[in-house]
């Protein structure tokens, strides 16, 4: 086995799923981009944010904490709707995803360079979590078969918040138990 290959293997138990679905785009982190996601969370919560974080500013430093929380989750749930109306977001079309905490395998129709980074945004089934976050490419691989020429792309995790990770590990754990409780 090829060293360099041994060293991008992910860390943790990995399973094949075909009862996920995952969207990919190159990651863009230009001005537009950005200006693009924060004029969305505009008109997704106008003002009644802003209020909000006003009453908690007011309160004062014991509120820092859910302030930070609240952004958060605003900010993750405006990422999810501006990923699921992005149109340069290409579905994974392929059987053949393998996911663990620390990355995944996908088979998709078009090469990557090493090193590329990505934004994945994620849906697993039956529960319908949604998760997203940017990843690397770490390994690409050219393959042919009966669906024609396709890419194996690996791709380690490199931003991913610590609550999609835990929704990754319970999502695998649930397949090698043999599905939901």
């Known amino acids: 086995m090829d060293i360099e290959y041994l060293e991008h293997r992910r860390a943790g138990q990995r ?9 990919y785009k190159p990651l863009d982190n230009s001005d537009s981009e950005r200006s693009r996601k924060i004029e969305l969370k505009e008109r997704i919560f106008g003002e009644k944010i802003s209020q909000m974080y006003k009453l908690l500013d007011n309160r004062g430093e014991k509120h820092n904490p859910d302030r930070t929380f609240i952004e958060g989750k605003i900010d993750k749930l405006a ?8 149109l340069q ?9 393998n996911i663990s905490a620390s990355g995944l395998r996908m088979r998709v129709r078009r090469s990557f360079l090493m090193g590329e980074k990505l934004e994945l945004f994620m849906v697993f089934l039956p529960k319908v979590d949604l998760l997203d976050c940017q990843c690397e490419v770490v390994r690409v691989s ?7 020429e396709f890419y194996d792309v690996g791709v380690k995790f490199i931003v991913l918040d610590d609550e999609d990770r835990h929704k990754i590990i319970r999502y695998v754990q649930v397949i090698i138990n043999g599905g939901p409780n």
């Open 15 to 23: 399973v094949d799923t075909v009862d996920s679905i995952v969207y």
């Open 79 to 86: 990422g999810l709707v501006y990923s699921f109306s992005d």
């Open 89 to 97: 977001m290409q579905c994974v079309e392929m059987d053949g995803i």
């Open 142 to 148: 050219p393959c042919a078969g009966g669906a024609g």
